[in-house]
């Protein structure tokens, strides 16, 4: 998992619930990155960080809130679960070198 | 406004052969490229990546070009092998206005290859 770890790894969520993806990394780098996966499309950036305190938006932050008060957690928050929610989410964190990113196993959320 | 484009969905090569992934993009900011594969149910893991800097990098059977004029890169592999099957992702990073990018990365849609023995 490349030092990555996301849990839960499948999700069932009704609309309107609430819910925190949780993503720990065991490197101790200071960048980390929330990324969605809609079928049939590539990776889009949600939120990221650059140190603990330190967060900002992606390219579809809207529905979804981050927080890094350490390191190595940097956990994601559905506040109000919409239907267009569903997709699979990737953690990464990044490795120090070339602009590369270690990703984790993903969370597959499926809203209804 | 999609910035990285992968217009091939699917392709498919026999083993032994080689494997041409094509990817375009729009933004002149990009100075980063990076290739992903991605195995079903697994996050996407790092191939290979190139400079804006140069045409070409190599790594075993893995070769990125880099033609900075038609804002496109390729990936080629040589020789396929059944193990290449996966979904490839082209991906691009940008210097942002402080001359750091923070290492966000923006995505094709990836492309299914898949190698029949």
């Known amino acids: 998992n490349a030092g990555v770890t996301q849990t839960p790894k499948f999700r069932i969520l009704k609309i309107g619930q609430s819910m925190t993806l949780q993503c720990t990394q065991d490197?101790?780098?200071?960048?980390m990155y929330w990324y969605r996966q809609d079928p049939g499309m590539g990776l889009k950036l949600i939120y990221y960080?650059?140190?603990?305190?330190?967060?900002d938006k992606g390219e579809v932050p809207n529905g979804y809130n981050v927080s890094r008060s350490t390191t190595e957690d940097f956990p994601l928050r559905l506040e109000l679960a919409a239907p267009s929610q569903t997709s699979v989410y990737f953690c990464?964190?990044?490795?120090?070198?070339?602009?590369?990113?270690?990703f984790g196993p993903g969370t597959r959320l499926t809203v209804t | 406004d999609q910035q990285v484009k992968q217009n091939s969905p699917s392709l498919s090569v026999q083993e032994g052969r080689i494997s041409i992934l094509n990817c375009d993009y729009t933004?002149?900011?990009?100075?980063?490229f990076l290739w992903y594969k991605k195995y079903p149910a697994e996050g996407p893991t790092f191939l290979i990546s190139i400079s804006s800097i140069k045409d070409k990098n190599e790594d075993g059977r893995f070769t990125v070009f880099l033609n900075k004029s038609a804002k496109h890169l390729s990936l080629h592999i040589v020789p396929s092998q059944p193990g290449d099957s996966a979904v490839y992702f082209c991906?691009?990073?940008?210097?942002?206005?402080?001359?750091?990018?923070?290492?966000?990365?923006?995505f094709g849609q990836g492309t299914i290859l898949t190698v029949h023995p």
């Open positions: 990464a964190r990044f490795s120090g070198r070339d602009h590369e990113q270690y």
């Open positions: 490197m101790n780098h200071n960048y």
């Open positions: 991906a691009a990073s940008a210097r942002g206005l402080r001359g750091t990018s923070y290492g966000k990365l923006t």
């Open positions: 933004n002149s900011m990009f100075d980063y």
């Open positions: 960080s650059v140190g603990a305190g330190i967060t």
